[in-house]
């Protein structure tokens, strides 16, 4: 018999196909989230899950499935899971670097752009009729080009939107938690974060969400930043204190920001969607075709890996 996976939401069609090839399949057959409830419903007997960076796999859930031997996120983020707890249960935590990188990169500098030279708010200023002709004062953004893009987090997608900055000869800083042990084929100066903060036009954020990281971006921070910077945030919402950020957007202590992510996703604060001076979207970074395709590829192979004996082409570690 087939082992069971149970798969939290459908995803792109090649991948189902591996799946059924592989496993006898269980699919939530809902176009919506799960609850808890039902998440522990349906992996009672599982052997396997593929579930989304929405699905909080906490304890208890996963104490709901005593034959489960791989988690798979469909995400390359994995804040929604107890890795901790997960491993010393003996289930393997597998997530999906690397094929999304350069798709988030591309969105990140979607929102820089949209965000510096005020794109949504420039067609909404159209379709609602006000515009009126050329005038010299009409929606002055911000240049990209020949500023100093600030990067918190020089990993994998830090790097790739950096090297789209030399196409706009920006000067390239940015902060690591740990030194880069590698050379970056442009020119980046490693700064320490006070400086990125005081000194980025754009400050993009590319890190995890941890114990570390939860509000790391909030008053001071904000405080220190530029009062012409633009704050991009492509992570994870809750890296930014959110109420702080609306601070700062509504009295001009920073020019605008551009937001992916948010502290409590789907809720967006009533104030933050009044602003003119941020540009947000609903969370996709990785959203192409492609992407989520290689995305959907890699947790099915993750988890067919694990559950064959095989070490998972990206497998969670504890740090
Ligand atoms: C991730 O993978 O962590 C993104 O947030 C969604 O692709």
Redesign the pocket.
């Known amino acids: 018999m087939k082992p069971l996976l149970f798969l939290t939401r459908l995803l792109p069609e090649p991948a189902i196909k591996l799946l059924e090839d592989n496993f006898t399949l269980k699919i939530n057959p809902y176009n919506r989230s799960l609850t808890k409830q039902e998440i522990m419903e349906n992996i009672k007997d599982a052997d396997a899950l593929i579930c989304l960076?929405t699905d909080i796999i906490d304890k208890e859930i996963i104490d709901a499935a005593p034959k489960l031997k791989v988690i798979s996120?469909?995400?390359?983020?994995?804040n929604n899971i107890d890795v901790e707890y997960a491993i010393k249960c003996g289930i393997v935590v597998c997530?999906?670097p690397g094929v999304?990188t350069e798709t988030?990169a591309d969105l990140t500098w979607a929102l820089i752009m949209a965000t510096c030279r005020r794109i949504t708010e420039s067609e909404r200023f159209i379709r609602s009729g006000k515009f009126k002709g050329w005038e010299p004062m009409l929606m002055l953004g911000q240049d990209v080009n020949n500023k100093t893009l600030g990067i918190l987090g020089m990993g994998r997608i830090g790097q790739a939107v950096a090297k789209r900055a030399v196409g706009f000869n920006m000067q390239i800083i940015y902060h690591n938690d740990i030194p880069l042990n590698q050379n970056l084929p442009y020119e980046a100066t490693e700064v320490d974060f006070n400086t990125l903060l005081k000194e980025a036009d754009i400050l993009t954020l590319h890190i995890p969400l941890t114990e570390n990281t939860y509000h790391l971006i909030g008053k001071n921070e904000l405080e220190i930043m530029k009062d012409s910077a633009v704050l991009i945030n492509?992570?994870?919402g809750p890296i930014i204190d959110e109420q702080e950020l609306i601070r700062a957007l509504s009295t001009k202590k920073i020019f605008a920001a551009g937001l992916?992510?948010y502290e409590q996703e789907p809720y967006i604060p009533p104030e933050l969607l009044a602003l003119d001076n941020v540009v947000l979207l609903p969370?996709i970074?990785?959203?192409s075709i492609e992407?989520?395709t290689k995305?959907a590829l890699l947790a099915v192979e993750n988890a067919i890996s694990v559950i064959e004996g095989r070490k998972p082409p990206a497998m969670v570690k504890l740090t």
């Open positions: 960076l996120n469909y995400a390359v983020g994995y997530n999906t999304l988030t492509t992570s994870r992916d992510v969370h970074g990785s959203a992407t989520r995305m």
